[in-house]
């Protein structure tokens, strides 16, 4: 056991410093800057994912309207930035207290109320787009058009780079804080909490499991998570709008790595994360400016196409194939 | 408050609280009859309203006309899209269903994106230009048109149902699928039927609006929200809730425009749609079939 | 005196116009192991929901170690010291068979470590240690019900409500149950049963309560309401129960 314990450690750093030499390694290849700004896209949407899998995975409770949270986080960041000169380190913060206190309302009202698969989905999908709604038509939040991050040089102190590098860096440091606290949470009293709630709410209920509690914290830790990286989205887009973060497109991105990866797992959102997004990019690459939403169009029939045929995600049909073997111990 | 605007904005609120019925009375159908919320309800709209503006526009039909179209039409992509890809997942999880429909959604909408760019189209039509002053109240005959036909649609649907075979078969079958198998009625075909019945709503829906409305590839959105919101105001599967919620919402958002400063109105909705979905998910009326 | 562990007074419960659970009361001592029996539809395992909080009761009173558990959310009541198992079989599907435990364990123990040890050791005493780390979904029905009363197990309760745990077991598997509750009665666990098996639960139980249409119409030893004219006549009507 514990040489496998051993072999998976040093697989991880082996993993993470090839992570970290990587921009190195591709400043010497042709287009290394757009390679990278895939990957820092890749991390990004990892770390979106892997924080709602905290809610829709682990406690199985499918939001549909995340995007309230990466707004609340973009948003709050670039408006403290912009008009008060407040840095976006500390604006990330407020933003993920903001996005914390929303979720934990939300939460609240919804699970006291025993509100319930498709039912949450559609308050979560109402509340999203209530938010693009107000947004959009709020003149001082910089309605329809959005808030730009404006460029003040590259200082690390107010969390904005020249080359993409520095992004990156930050981006994997995220990541790989988020994907420590889910992995945490995987093995921890809370996390199996969160899984008996997913798997058998009365069950759950008759060992001891305060249900709204958990859900509620759930929703809480990803919100936050999810805010946090609504900040570096905004600091690294240099701006944010309301369609683009408050609408169904990132709701459902969001989701659809988890989906797509394994819901429930821990590495499972990073993985549908690695193998969506580069498609989604190259695609957008290739067609351009000419065709806006062929990403969106790409994605909504890869959620389509793993409905129909793949309901478990890629995570779930490998388990599949592993399941035939004799039964060892193995981590869930 | 100016009475004659308020009595301008109960008007119109009131017409297009008719059309907002019919849109939403093809949802609660189709929720009534398989359980399944149709995420891309919406999109089935836009694409109605773009056939109809087409029709009118490059074939310069008349757009009442184009019902011969849009119907048929929106029927046939009703029926086309349930049997390949909603009938697989009739019997999956909840949320397998709900994300199909949302993929659905998604590829519906940024397909019209890639056809038709982001343009908003109008279709000019004689009709925009008529209409009927009562008092300080203007009465737009599109919009009148389309309440009429709104109700006539749906007073349609609802004799359909209650009083054909087809109609009862439907009911039969969303009451309790098993016991109808068992009278002899195919269910997956009655499924088909009323999928593309709720769909042919839109189509109605869609000819009625394009004298007065624009189209875009995101118009279903609203729509599709605001179906949302009747449909669980009226009581999911409840026929005559959704055309009184219909009516209602129609007027909370004419009148709420005219009131409330800026975006509330919409909020407003929004936050009765939160509240119905925490206390009263049965809706106004509660559940009660046909 | 001592006070009894549970206390029911006046339980009763409506459903609309249905009367489920009328006027019942009893108490449970500690140490004992008590049945609850009656023809179907008696309100039996309506009464076990309602002593641990999944109904809410229309009139009377639960006290749990004189602590009154009536309006008590399940998960707390778990806490206080009573855990229920239930008739169909809830397992957590998609997660291993410790981890179902595991659930459990958490109940008492915060830190995973502690927890998986008292999971462990919960399992070997219910016989399913060598399927640790199987999926409990791929568990046979015997297993499930052994998962059932390990997960309850693992949250050490004072009082163990048992719902049905003979129900479709085999004569040998029978006893292997009646061993393992004689076991954990004798080292200290209390028990409320809910059984149609009659031959478990005469074997089984000091004290037999039965109710018929929600009311209790006998209560005794396993020899005095074998005998009792009434049970024959509710019983009557119904299949025989089993023997």
Redesign the interface.
Known sequence: MKRAHRLRILGLAGGLLFLSLLPLALQRVNRGEYYLHVLTLVLLYAYLSTAWNILGGFAGQHSLGHGIFLGIGAYTSTLLFSRFGVTPWLGMWVGALLAGAVGAFIGFLCFRYGLRGPYFALATIALAEAMRYVVSNIPYLGGARGLEVVWKGHNLAIFQFSTKAWYYYVALFFTVICLAISAWLNRSRLGYWMVAVRENEDAAAALGVDLVRTKVIATVVSAVLTAIGGTFYAQYFTFVNPASVFGEGPSVQILLYSIIGGLGTVWGSAIGALVLVPIAEFTRARLGGTFAGVHLLIYGAILMVVMLFMPQGIVGVVQKVVRRRPRAKEDR | MNTSLLAQAAVNGLFIGGVFALISIGLTLIWGVMRI?NFAHGEFLMIGMYIAYFAVVRAGLDPYLTLLVTVPALFLVGALIFWG?IR??LS?P???????T??????????A??FF??DVLFAQTPYAKMNYRIGSVVLEMPKLIAFAGSVLAASLLYWLLQSTDLGRAIRAASQNSRAAQLMGINVRQTYLVAFGIGSACLGVAASLMIPFYYVS?TVG?FFG?IA??IV?LGGMGNFLGALVAGVIIGLTESLGAAVLP??LA??FT??V??LF???R?TGIFGRRQG | MMTPLLRVERLTKHFGGLVAVDNLSFAVEQGEIVGLIGPNGAGKTTTFSLISGFLRPTAGEIFFEGIPLHGRKPHEICALGLTRTFQVVQPFPDITVLENVLVGAFARHAGTAAAERRAMAVLERVGLAHKAYYPARELTLLELKRLEVGKALATEPRLLLLDEVAAGLNPVEIQEMLKLVRELNAEGITFLLVEHVMQFIMQVCRRIIVLNFGQKIAEGTPEEISRDPKVLEAYLGEEAPDA
């Open positions: 919320i890809t697989p997942v999956a909840s949320m397998n269903q709900i994300l199909l949302v993929g659905l959604s998604l590829v519906l909408q940024n397909l994106l890639v760019k982001a590839p959105i929200t949302f919101v669980v800026g975006s919409r909020v929004f936050a749609f939160v979905l925490l206390f998910p």
